[in-house]
């Protein structure tokens, strides 16, 4: 009866990781934003790629962009109630280096109180190494498992629903294959 | 029985790491026109920035023809818009038929509107029609995504070329590969495209509720 049992125990866990207490944003006012940091592909790919996240979510956005802008607080919002579940979030802009004040603004604005990039380098460079089936349309959103391999992709505004669905796919995913690992 | 279930439990892994591939390949990005298509929605007409309608059939080139993509609004659009009216005033004199199409819902953003249409193409001096897709279905039929985004077919309507206009939308003087004038450049004299697909950032075009 093991295997039920852990696959049991397994889907509680995940109910009840959408129905407890989470992390709060923090409010404007409380955090300091980092200045965004110039980044190509690999620097991109070394930040979602880092150790010790259970699942990464990647968002290239730009301010002039208005479905990002309209996604940008629930995805900020996602990535602090997921933070506490190994959940890490990476935002990228897509603007001009020129734009870079407009850029650091708006995340202060939205209360962003982790590192963030502006990318660098070669277009096509940096959009096929993030993904091939990627158009270079914006926004953009990659989900990355706990090894750093892509899992999901889409392009264009999402509702802070779509998001936590499809991170929770991914993240169910690991759990159930950590249930597996746990057991032989 | 703990073996038979530690099976069940497996299955079930298996099963959500092949949704969830699965599921990956769903969401990727629509799927534009393949190289060596026709060109698709050749018959919808148009309306210019002079009042006329236009097809793409009846815009079609001698040589080759160039679908762009673009808007008012985009800051890439807006970014490459001198540099896509030298290449199309210019292969158009060379029998090549050019074409700028936005696609965008003005209602998104009101500087996507058709008198911003007319006094941007005038401003610019395009010497080619400047089009309103007043569904977005032509950019469906494409399966364009973003703006600016060109599409070159050669004089038997067969796409040889897609993707951005240049590797440097920020600062013309740092370009280094001009993929579309190198394309439009071959096309006119008849010859092979040796880059076919190539891609840059843009804006999502702003599509309007499908009319279907």
């Known amino acids: 009866m093991a295997g039920p049992v852990a696959a049991a125990a397994l889907a509680v866990t995940l109910v009840m990781g959408s129905c407890q207490k989470r992390e709060p944003a923090p409010s ?35 301010t002039w962009c208005e479905p990002c802008r309209e996604e940008f607080p629930d995805l900020v919002r996602l990535g602090h109630e997921y933070s506490n579940r190994g959940v890490r979030l990476v935002l990228v802009s897509g603007d001009f280096d020129t734009e870079k004040a407009a850029v650091d603004k708006f995340l202060a604005d939205q209360g962003v109180d982790f590192a963030t990039y502006i990318k660098s380098g070669d277009d096509m460079k940096f959009i096929n190494s993030l993904n091939p089936k990627w158009s270079g349309a914006l926004p953009a ?11 999901d992709f889409w392009e264009g505004k999402a509702s802070y629903e779509k998001m936590e669905e499809r991170l929770l796919r991914v993240l169910q995913a690991r759990g159930a294959a950590d249930s597996t690992e746990a057991r032989t | ?40 929605s050749a018959d919808v007409k148009m309306k210019n920035v002079d009042g006329k309608e236009f097809t793409l059939a ?20 807006k970014k490459w818009e001198s540099r896509i009216t030298t290449l199309g005033n210019g292969f158009a004199k060379k029998g090549v038929g ?10 998104v953003n009101p500087e996507d509107r058709y008198d911003v249409m007319v006094t941007r193409s005038q401003k610019l001096k395009m010497k080619f029609p400047y089009v309103v897709d007043a569904t ?56 092979p495209v040796a880059t ?13 509720k499908s009319s279907s």
Request: with cysteine.
């Open chain 1, 141 to 151: 959103t990659f989900v990355y498992d706990g090894q750093g391999r892509l899992r």
């Open chain 2, 196 to 208: 076919a697909e190539t891609k840059s950032m843009g804006c999502g075009i702003k599509f309007r």
């Open chain 2, 1 to 40: 029985m703990i073996r038979r279930s530690l099976s069940m439990l497996g299955l079930a892994v298996f099963a959500l790491a092949g949704a969830g591939a699965a599921h990956a390949e769903d969401a990727a990005a629509p799927t534009a026109l393949a190289i060596g298509s026709p060109m698709p």
């Open chain 2, 98 to 107: 050019v074409v700028v199409i936005n696609s965008n819902d003005p209602g």
């Open chain 2, 58 to 77: 009846e815009l079609a080139g001698k040589k080759g023809t160039l679908v762009v993509f673009s808007c008012n609004a985009c800051p890439w659009a």
């Open chain 1, 28 to 62: 404007r006012a409380q955090v300091r934003t980092p200045a965004a940091q110039p980044a190509d592909a690999p620097a991109v790919l070394a930040a979602v790629q880092a150790p010790g996240a259970k699942a990464t979510v990647l968002n290239v956005w730009a």
């Open chain 2, 136 to 191: 977005s279905d032509v950019a469906r039929a494409f399966g364009a995504t973003r703006t600016p985004e060109a599409f070159l077919f050669d004089a038997d309507g067969k796409l040889v070329y897609h993707g951005t206009i240049d590797d440097n939308a920020n600062d013309p003087k740092q370009v280094k590969e001009r993929y579309l004038e190198a394309a439009l450049t071959s096309v006119s004299s008849g010859k």
